[in-house]
Nanobody, 121 residues
């Protein structure tokens, strides 16, 4: 069973930092590209960052580029998101997400239960 468990969210003041973690299990983590996405109340899900299976290729949404950094530790089956210079508009539930091969030779989208990030003074 694929499981993605996020942690590390919380309340932070504008300009502050947080580091999110995502513990993965139930699939071969080291062979999959991983993503971070977020969803604010009343808004569509927003893709934030992607990292390839080896960690060498990374890409970011313009809204977080130069402030957020995605990384991974394949030995620990863990994905990270370092978030710096946080802004009130970064307030959302943050999820790690992956598209995993499954039954019927199809790909299935998974995301965890999410971790709440609130940026407020």
């Amino acid at each position: 069973e694929v499981q993605l468990v996020e942690s590390g969210g919380g309340l932070v003041q504008p300009g502050g930092s947080l580091r999110l973690s995502c513990a993965a299990s139930g699939f071969t983590f080291s062979t999959y590209t991983m993503n971070w996405v977020r969803q604010a109340p009343g808004k569509e899900q927003e893709w934030l960052a992607r990292i390839d299976n080896a960690g060498g290729g990374r890409s970011y949404a313009d809204s977080v580029k130069d402030r957020f950094a995605i990384s991974r530790d394949n030995a620990k089956n863990t994905l990270y998101l370092q978030m710096n210079n946080l802004k009130p508009e970064d307030t959302a539930v943050y999820y790690c997400a992956a598209r995993i091969w499954g039954p019927g030779n199809k790909q299935y989208d998974f995301r965890g239960q999410g971790t709440q990030v609130t940026v407020s003074s």
